[in-house]
């Protein structure tokens, strides 16, 4: 069950490129940069779905819109995390949040990221 829920974290915390949300300022390839299949969960959600034969694991890997279900948006409220999308696809928008669950002077930090990607135009 541990294992399972594991997979199904990263399913909902993904972001549009297949990669899981950047809080600071590093960079990484752009996803035109690298296939589908060299992104950074593409592995682990298709291994997950092999494993536990979850069809919307590997509908997000293979980016099979049709197939992804109508909740786009997820909390991890133990966690203090949340993920929360317009739409699933390469156009969805995603903010993607850190709120530390138990706040005190050291925890009071809280951490987003947005995410969005729309391919430019060629010509």
């Known amino acids: ?68 279900p109508r909740q786009t948006s997820y909390a991890w409220r133990e966690a203090g995390l949340y993920a929360m999308r317009n739409e699933w696809g390469p156009q969805q928008i995603m903010f993607a949040c850190t709120i530390p669950r138990r706040r005190s002077p050291a925890t009071i930090r809280r951490t987003m990221a947005l995410s969005s990607y729309t391919p430019m135009a060629a010509g």
């Open 1 to 68: 069950m541990r294992l399972r829920l594991m997979y199904e974290f990263l399913f909902g915390w993904a972001t549009p490129e297949l990669a899981t949300p950047m809080f600071g300022d590093t960079r990484r390839e752009l996803p035109d940069e690298v296939t589908r299949e060299e992104r950074m969960l593409y592995k682990a959600l298709m291994q997950g779905a092999e494993l536990f034969d979850e069809p919307k694991w590997r509908a997000q890997a293979k980016l099979e819109l049709d197939q992804l």
